[in-house]
């Protein structure tokens, strides 16, 4: 167990190629590579698969969920059985959402007010409040390392008026997070841009949170239904609102192209559930493009999914087994898919670590965009 009070949170920015970065973010638990992707662990689990092997993968951080995990099992009791680190079996850095997404996504009978929100539990209809601090109060019992400021995320498409009168709430509630997270050497708390796809709101979010101060910042509001072009609009300038010292984490993001669009514009962090969730339905992610296993053209197909890929479903089966564990709906199916996903998404992060280390983003981007073929693969 590391003594989390001695040492710091730094982000160390090491180069940049355009305006992608590559650096390191120190933590007590451990450094995290830049430009990372983040597996979600929403319920104290990466679903399908052990937290050692999320490890193997590359991932050197996981995220976990306020909403979910103040549902159940609570986090009073994940603070009595010890912290969320050593109740998932996993000491490396965790960040945690802050709860105000999900209840909006998947709670039930909304109260929206200054205060916070008031929901009913998807689980049991219980109800419940969280509010800037609460959120705070939960994510310091759970022991995160990176806490996400209370925010609102508002549902796109949403007029002027309505992004404005959502992002001026949320910087209201930055300020409440910040005053309430109090003095945590070690832990980091990171503010949540919003101004959905405005730039003149972005800018006065990213002003209100630089003068309120965080060790990280997000740019929230995004991969909410705006669709590809939109999203690398904004985030051909939201991006450099923000601090250049201090990490930037694009929340929800994405497929592979979403990743690669985004850190080409100067994001470092992201997160998406989208390599484990899509595994699980069959869906494949490979340098060559996208397939799904449960397709029939697999069944007698004695190749691995990527003859290039050093995951244990690639170097070990084939896909007519991928085919048949699948179709057989066996729990070796979601383990394996996952994994190759969780695995392939590390390997396009670590290409493009590499890649802006030695000055050649553009290149890897061509031949990451050329190696997808339009056809079967
Ligand atoms: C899929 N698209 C997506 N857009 C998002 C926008 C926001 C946003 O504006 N504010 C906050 N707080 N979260 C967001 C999330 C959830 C990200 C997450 C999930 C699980 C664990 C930890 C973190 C988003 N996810
Ligand atoms: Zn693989």
Redesign the pocket.
Known sequence: MTDQSTKKFSYTLKATDGRARTGVIHTPRGDIRTPAFMPVGTAATVKAMMPESVAATGADILLGNTYHLMLRPTAERIDRLGGLHKFMNWDKPILTDSGGFQVMSLASLRKLTEKGVTFKSHIDGSKHELTPERSMEIQKLLGSDIVMCFDECPALPADRKRIAESMRLSMRWAQRSRDAFGDRPGYALFGIMQGGLERDFREESAEALKEIGFEGYAIGGLAVGEGQEAMFDCLDYAPGFLPEDKPRYLMGVGKPDDIVGAVKRGVDMMDCVLPSRSGRTGQVWTRMGVLNIKNARHQDDPRP??EN?T?P??TNYSRAYLHHVFRSNEMISGMLLTW?NL??FQEIMQGMRDAISEGRFDAWEADFHANRAQGDI
């Open positions: 999914i990527d890929c995951c479903a690639c190759h695995h392939y």
